[in-house]
């Protein structure tokens, strides 16, 4: 089972139970995925199998969008809708008062990573010590807002708020951003929604929910997976002959006329001699990943040969 799914989670539901529930479903042995998406979030949540998990760090590095709903006049504790309150304030700012603020944090920013993050300290993610009711120094961290889009404002009645497109850097987080956007309007805020809508090069416009694949044939289940090179988006090709193909699957350095680059990935022009023979035939059948400096190939991320085969077979099926 090798291959990437983009699931849209649904709320309530941990990143890691999503993963399992998925795992079962398609009775895949190997799998992780790309970077925790809260219970309180939902959507884009890219799912690795098998050779698929060798490039999940892409993801993971990857930018992020995100639409989020920001609760004004009420601070919580944690930042989003489950937590305490800790304050409640008049919501007296205006329309141009919230765009002069957003404007303040569009490119690059300081951010407190949250006490209730994955972050480590000593050893132990940062939210093991907010159960416990302990707080921990924590140093700003650098990141980018890239776009920050007001998509919706209701300064009026019971229940303040504003809507926003955050197209972000990874190591962004979102509740930090609506807690400090509050401060700069002198009301307070905590983050009332947040949907991931795409991560790098993937979104939600070929996601399934995890009702949709447990109602799919299981058949069809194995099909709703994304080839591994869906990974590999916006990285540029190599082809390798037959030769070269099997000496770079062994970890050696090949020498052609390719500009240097950073992200590469590289395909068998046909079938590979390491691969022991399949039903058919093996055309550019991906190899791994890897980078070019000076007209060399350096091997990066390689599938053994008997991933290779059984994506074969898989895409045959």
């Given at each position: ?5 983009l ?29 925790t ?15 698929a998990?060798?490039?999940?760090q ?15 006049g ?19 700012c ?35 010590y907010?159960?416990a ?7 700003p ?91 590999l988006?916006?990285?540029?090709r ?24 950073e ?42 040969p ?12």
């Amino acid at each position: 089972m090798h291959g990437l799914l983009l699931l849209d989670k649904a709320l309530g539901v941990s990143s890691n139970q999503a993963l399992q529930r998925a795992k079962w479903l398609l009775r895949a042995d190997k799998a992780g995925h790309t970077g925790t998406l809260d219970p309180l979030a939902t959507g884009l949540l890219p799912l690795c199998f098998g050779a698929a998990t060798k490039f999940s760090q892409l993801q993971l590095d990857a930018d992020k969008v995100y639409e989020a709903t920001l609760r004004l006049g009420v601070r919580t504790h944690g930042g989003d809708a489950e937590g305490e309150v800790l304050e409640r304030r008049p919501v007296a700012c205006s329309p141009e008062q919230v765009q002069q603020v957003l404007a303040r944090f569009s490119g690059a920013i300081e951010q407190l990573p949250p006490m209730h993050s994955a972050l480590k300290h000593q050893g132990r993610a940062l939210y093991e010590y907010a159960r416990a009711g302990l707080e921990v120094e924590r140093a700003p961290r650098r990141v980018s807002i890239h776009v920050l889009e007001l998509l919706a404002l209701a300064l009026e009645g019971p229940e303040p708020a504003l809507r926003l497109r955050v197209h972000c850097s990874k190591g962004t987080y979102i509740r930090s951003l609506a807690e400090d956007i509050g401060a700069a309007l002198g009301c307070g805020a905590h983050l009332s929604a947040l949907r991931r809508l795409r991560s790098g090069s993937l979104g939600l416009e070929r996601s399934l929910t995890l009702e949709q694949l447990e109602a799919l044939p299981e058949v069809e289940r194995l099909r709703a997976l994304l080839p591994v090179d869906a990974l590999l988006a916006g990285h540029e090709r190599v082809t390798l002959d037959d030769d070269n193909a099997a000496r770079f699957l062994t970890g050696l350095r090949r020498r052609g006329p390719w500009p240097d680059g950073e992200r590469v990935a590289v395909y068998a022009a046909s079938a590979v001699p390491a691969v022991p023979a399949t039903t058919g035939p093996q055309a550019s059948a991906l190899l791994g990943s890897a980078h070019i400096v000076g007209g060399e190939l350096i091997p990066g991320r390689l599938l053994s040969p008997i991933e290779i085969q059984q994506i074969t077979l898989q895409t045959q099926s």
